[in-house]
């Protein structure tokens, strides 16, 4: 069943125009990868989804609604949420501060969508108190994450969550990410690790100068001579 589809998306900042009629589908539990060249537009296309980009044409629905007007705010409210690409936490605030964030449209949050974060990361939970300026970039990652997780969203939208990462954690945030999406959130993800993120994905689409090029199973577009010598670097 379809989670999020994107119809004829047009959108960039203000008169300029970055993405030209643009499909994309998640659907439920599914994870679904966005790869590209620099500057195809894969960040603006994830912006425009959450309701921080300009949309000019096309339609975007969530779950059977309408949100291709609609706000950030609004969003959340229906399941979906996003983490950007870096500085994606308050380093003045503590991790627990951090959390509480993500939970920001609910009066009172429950201790149970701390404690599912702290099991999901239990790195986390022993530097509750500890400010989020002060723990490693992987950690760092991990909080942003968890934020993300504390209203349990039906989609998890990220832009390129390793990004900064040392190489021997990119391999734990992946698997951070399978770990989610093994638990039935799908996933809309856009990585510069193309090749990891095509490994694990279930479907993944190629954005060119802001339109679809190529559109596939994951392991497809892994196997594809064309993927690999164009975007993966042969």
């Known amino acids: 069943m379809t989670l999020l589809s994107v119809s004829d998306l047009d959108a960039g900042y203000g008169d300029h125009q970055v993405l030209t009629d643009v499909d994309l589908r998640v659907d439920r539990s599914e994870y679904v990868a966005v790869i590209g060249p620099n500057g195809a537009g894969k960040s603006t296309l994830l912006k425009a989804v959450f309701g921080l980009a300009d949309r000019t044409d096309g339609r975007i629905e969530f779950d059977g609604t309408d949100i291709t007007d609609a706000e950030p705010q609004e969003i959340i409210r ?15 605030l503590t991790v627990e501060e951090n959390l509480r964030m993500g939970a920001y449209i609910l009066d009172d949050v429950p201790d149970e969508a701390f404690e599912a974060v702290f099991e999901r990361f239990p790195e986390l939970a022993d530097h509750r108190t500890r400010k989020a300026g002060r723990l490693s970039g992987g950690q760092q990652q991990m909080l942003a994450l968890g934020r993300a997780l504390m209203l349990d969203p039906d989609l998890l939208v990220l832009d390129e969550p390793s990004a900064g990462l040392a ?6 945030m992946f698997d951070s990410v399978d770990d989610v999406a093994d638990a039935g959130t799908s996933i809309l993800i856009v990585e510069q690790n193309a090749t990891e993120a095509l490994r694990r994905c279930d479907r ?19 196997a594809s001579q064309q993927v690999r010598e164009e975007f993966l670097g042969g």
């Open 204 to 222: 993944g689409y190629v954005l060119v100068q802001g339109q679809n090029r190529i559109e596939g199973a994951g392991a497809d577009l892994l």
């Open 78 to 92: 229906l399941g979906m949420n996003y983490v950007p690409q870096g500085n994606n936490v308050f380093p003045p």
């Open 167 to 172: 190489p021997s954690l990119v391999d734990d």
